[in-house]
Protein backbone atom coordinates (compact mmCIF):
# COMPACT_ATOMS: atom_id res chain seq x y z
CA UNK A 1 0.00 0.00 0.00
CA UNK A 2 1.44 3.79 -1.02
CA UNK A 3 -0.98 5.13 1.54
CA UNK A 4 -1.51 8.54 0.79
CA UNK A 5 0.34 10.50 -2.45
CA UNK A 6 0.41 14.05 -3.24
CA UNK A 7 1.19 15.78 -6.26
CA UNK A 8 3.43 17.50 -7.14
CA UNK A 9 5.75 17.64 -4.00
CA UNK A 10 7.00 21.16 -5.37
CA UNK A 11 5.71 24.16 -7.09
CA UNK A 12 6.40 27.35 -7.57
CA UNK A 13 3.63 29.75 -8.88
CA UNK A 14 3.02 33.27 -9.81
CA UNK A 15 0.49 35.67 -8.53
CA UNK A 16 -2.98 34.72 -10.09
CA UNK A 17 -1.70 31.59 -11.97
CA UNK A 18 -3.52 28.49 -11.14
CA UNK A 19 -2.97 25.09 -10.13
CA UNK A 20 -4.77 21.83 -8.57
CA UNK A 21 -2.79 19.82 -5.73
CA UNK A 22 -3.76 16.40 -6.30
CA UNK A 23 -4.04 13.90 -3.51
CA UNK A 24 -4.94 10.28 -3.66
CA UNK A 25 -5.58 7.24 -1.22
CA UNK A 26 -5.47 3.36 -1.40
CA UNK A 27 -6.66 2.47 2.07
CA UNK A 28 -10.69 2.55 1.00
CA UNK A 29 -11.19 5.81 4.17
CA UNK A 30 -14.37 7.97 3.43
CA UNK A 31 -13.03 10.49 5.12
CA UNK A 32 -10.33 12.87 3.49
CA UNK A 33 -8.90 16.69 4.68
CA UNK A 34 -6.62 19.08 3.43
CA UNK A 35 -4.64 21.39 5.50
CA UNK A 36 -2.22 24.06 5.39
CA UNK A 37 1.31 24.25 7.45
CA UNK A 38 2.84 28.00 8.68
CA UNK A 39 5.86 28.53 10.35
CA UNK A 40 4.34 28.70 14.01
CA UNK A 41 1.26 28.14 13.09
CA UNK A 42 0.45 24.44 13.16
CA UNK A 43 -1.86 22.76 11.01
CA UNK A 44 -4.80 24.96 9.40
CA UNK A 45 -7.88 23.34 8.15
CA UNK A 46 -8.38 24.36 4.51
CA UNK A 47 -11.06 21.87 3.25
CA UNK A 48 -12.66 18.25 4.25
CA UNK A 49 -14.91 15.53 3.00
CA UNK A 50 -16.78 13.37 5.30
CA UNK A 51 -17.80 10.84 2.45
CA UNK A 52 -17.50 10.56 -1.32
CA UNK A 53 -19.50 13.12 -2.68
CA UNK A 54 -20.00 15.88 0.19
CA UNK A 55 -17.34 17.97 1.00
CA UNK A 56 -17.20 21.21 3.72
CA UNK A 57 -15.22 24.06 4.69
CA UNK A 58 -12.76 24.04 7.63
CA UNK A 59 -11.04 26.73 9.13
CA UNK A 60 -9.17 28.72 6.25
CA UNK A 61 -11.13 27.55 3.20
CA UNK A 62 -11.25 31.50 1.27
CA UNK A 63 -8.90 31.10 -2.07
CA UNK A 64 -9.34 27.17 -2.32
CA UNK A 65 -11.79 24.84 -3.67
CA UNK A 66 -11.97 21.05 -4.05
CA UNK A 67 -13.39 18.28 -5.72
CA UNK A 68 -13.91 14.51 -4.01
CA UNK A 69 -13.48 12.86 -7.37
CA UNK A 70 -14.24 9.75 -6.30
CA UNK A 71 -13.39 7.67 -2.72
CA UNK A 72 -9.60 7.42 -3.54
CA UNK A 73 -9.44 11.00 -4.93
CA UNK A 74 -9.52 14.48 -3.44
CA UNK A 75 -7.77 17.59 -4.78
CA UNK A 76 -7.61 21.26 -4.08
CA UNK A 77 -7.45 23.63 -6.08
CA UNK A 78 -6.30 27.67 -6.36
CA UNK A 79 -8.27 28.90 -8.88
CA UNK A 80 -5.76 32.63 -8.27
CA UNK A 81 -2.59 32.39 -6.61
CA UNK A 82 -1.84 34.94 -3.92
CA UNK A 83 1.89 35.17 -2.10
CA UNK A 84 -0.38 34.44 1.13
CA UNK A 85 -0.90 30.88 -0.22
CA UNK A 86 2.64 29.95 0.02
CA UNK A 87 2.78 27.40 2.32
CA UNK A 88 3.29 23.26 2.76
CA UNK A 89 -0.12 21.73 2.03
CA UNK A 90 -0.89 18.60 3.36
CA UNK A 91 -3.59 15.47 2.24
CA UNK A 92 -4.80 13.34 4.83
CA UNK A 93 -7.49 10.42 5.13
CA UNK A 94 -9.01 9.05 7.87
CA UNK A 95 -9.48 5.48 9.51
CA UNK A 96 -11.48 3.91 12.82
CA UNK A 97 -14.25 5.36 14.65
CA UNK A 98 -14.98 8.87 15.65
CA UNK A 99 -13.01 8.84 19.28
CA UNK A 100 -10.42 6.39 17.98
CA UNK A 101 -9.57 7.70 14.51
CA UNK A 102 -6.84 7.70 13.06
CA UNK A 103 -5.51 10.30 10.48
CA UNK A 104 -2.75 9.11 7.82
CA UNK A 105 -1.03 12.16 6.06
CA UNK A 106 0.79 12.40 2.64
CA UNK A 107 4.24 13.82 2.38
CA UNK A 108 3.10 17.25 2.07
CA UNK A 109 3.72 19.72 -1.30
CA UNK A 110 5.43 22.88 -1.16
CA UNK A 111 4.12 25.93 -2.64
CA UNK A 112 5.58 29.30 -3.58
CA UNK A 113 3.67 32.09 -4.78
CA UNK A 114 6.12 35.20 -6.39
CA UNK B 1 -8.96 30.04 16.06
CA UNK B 2 -6.75 27.85 17.81
CA UNK B 3 -8.17 26.18 20.56
CA UNK B 4 -5.21 24.51 21.75
CA UNK B 5 -2.48 26.07 23.14
CA UNK B 6 0.87 24.22 23.55
CA UNK B 7 3.57 25.15 25.50
CA UNK B 8 6.84 25.51 25.10
CA UNK B 9 6.93 26.41 21.52
CA UNK B 10 10.35 25.57 21.28
CA UNK B 11 12.74 23.26 23.27
CA UNK B 12 16.18 22.11 23.15
CA UNK B 13 17.89 19.65 25.34
CA UNK B 14 20.80 18.08 25.81
CA UNK B 15 20.55 13.70 24.96
CA UNK B 16 19.74 12.24 27.93
CA UNK B 17 17.21 14.88 30.36
CA UNK B 18 13.94 14.22 30.64
CA UNK B 19 11.17 17.02 29.04
CA UNK B 20 7.46 17.65 29.35
CA UNK B 21 5.33 19.39 26.70
CA UNK B 22 1.82 20.75 27.48
CA UNK B 23 -1.30 21.06 25.62
CA UNK B 24 -4.07 23.49 26.96
CA UNK B 25 -7.68 24.14 26.06
CA UNK B 26 -10.44 26.24 28.11
CA UNK B 27 -12.54 23.29 25.60
CA UNK B 28 -13.68 20.21 27.01
CA UNK B 29 -12.57 17.32 23.88
CA UNK B 30 -14.27 13.77 23.44
CA UNK B 31 -10.42 12.61 22.60
CA UNK B 32 -7.42 13.96 22.45
CA UNK B 33 -4.36 12.94 19.93
CA UNK B 34 -0.65 13.45 20.29
CA UNK B 35 1.33 13.43 16.47
CA UNK B 36 4.54 13.70 15.74
CA UNK B 37 6.62 15.07 12.63
CA UNK B 38 10.09 14.71 11.47
CA UNK B 39 11.55 17.41 8.11
CA UNK B 40 9.93 16.88 5.10
CA UNK B 41 7.22 14.68 6.35
CA UNK B 42 3.67 14.57 7.07
CA UNK B 43 2.64 14.28 10.83
CA UNK B 44 2.44 10.50 12.21
CA UNK B 45 0.06 9.65 14.85
CA UNK B 46 1.55 8.82 18.35
CA UNK B 47 -1.42 8.24 20.74
CA UNK B 48 -4.69 8.88 21.41
CA UNK B 49 -6.25 9.36 24.43
CA UNK B 50 -10.00 9.14 25.55
CA UNK B 51 -11.13 8.94 29.34
CA UNK B 52 -10.07 11.78 31.59
CA UNK B 53 -6.87 10.87 33.80
CA UNK B 54 -5.94 8.24 31.54
CA UNK B 55 -2.40 8.03 31.36
CA UNK B 56 -0.53 6.06 28.04
CA UNK B 57 2.91 4.83 28.09
CA UNK B 58 4.63 4.14 24.43
CA UNK B 59 8.36 2.81 25.05
CA UNK B 60 10.11 6.39 26.44
CA UNK B 61 7.05 8.87 26.30
CA UNK B 62 4.52 9.08 28.43
CA UNK B 63 1.19 10.75 27.54
CA UNK B 64 -1.77 12.13 30.24
CA UNK B 65 -5.58 13.57 28.98
CA UNK B 66 -6.64 15.83 32.39
CA UNK B 67 -9.36 14.67 34.55
CA UNK B 68 -11.67 17.39 32.83
CA UNK B 69 -10.84 16.24 29.35
CA UNK B 70 -8.78 20.33 28.75
CA UNK B 71 -5.74 19.31 28.90
CA UNK B 72 -2.90 16.74 27.90
CA UNK B 73 0.74 16.33 28.39
CA UNK B 74 3.64 14.56 26.65
CA UNK B 75 7.07 13.47 29.33
CA UNK B 76 10.03 12.13 27.27
CA UNK B 77 12.14 10.43 29.68
CA UNK B 78 16.10 10.00 28.87
CA UNK B 79 15.56 11.67 25.40
CA UNK B 80 17.56 10.65 22.20
CA UNK B 81 18.41 12.37 19.21
CA UNK B 82 16.09 10.31 17.38
CA UNK B 83 13.27 12.34 19.87
CA UNK B 84 14.06 15.25 17.52
CA UNK B 85 11.18 16.60 15.38
CA UNK B 86 7.93 18.62 16.09
CA UNK B 87 5.02 17.38 18.03
CA UNK B 88 1.57 18.58 17.76
CA UNK B 89 -1.38 17.69 19.49
CA UNK B 90 -5.00 17.53 18.41
CA UNK B 91 -8.33 17.72 19.61
CA UNK B 92 -11.52 16.59 18.56
CA UNK B 93 -14.90 17.72 20.18
CA UNK B 94 -17.61 15.39 19.01
CA UNK B 95 -19.32 12.96 16.58
CA UNK B 96 -17.70 13.92 12.94
CA UNK B 97 -15.97 17.14 13.69
CA UNK B 98 -12.98 17.17 12.68
CA UNK B 99 -9.42 17.55 14.38
CA UNK B 100 -8.49 20.83 16.04
CA UNK B 101 -4.92 21.22 16.10
CA UNK B 102 -2.37 23.16 17.92
CA UNK B 103 0.65 25.05 17.07
CA UNK B 104 3.06 22.50 18.24
CA UNK B 105 6.16 22.04 19.98
CA UNK B 106 9.62 21.79 18.67
CA UNK B 107 12.05 19.87 20.11
CA UNK B 108 16.06 19.32 19.29
CA UNK B 109 17.77 16.72 21.52
CA UNK B 110 21.54 17.03 20.74
CA UNK B 111 23.66 14.59 21.31
Known amino acids: NAGVTQTPKFQVLKTGQSMTLQCAQD?????MYWYRQDPGMGLRLIYY???????DKGEVPNGYNVSRLNKREFSLRLESAAPSQTSVYFC?????????????FGPGTRLLVL | TQLLEQSPQFLSIQEGENLTVYCNSS?????LQWYRQEPGEGPVLLVT?????EVKKLKRLTFQFGDARKDSSLHITAAQPGDTGLYLCAGKHSGNTPLVFGKGTRLSVIA
Open chain 1, 49 to 55: SASEGTT
Open chain 1, 27 to 31: MNHNS
Open chain 2, 49 to 53: VVTGG
Open chain 1, 92 to 104: ASRAGQVRQETQY
Open chain 2, 27 to 31: SVFSS
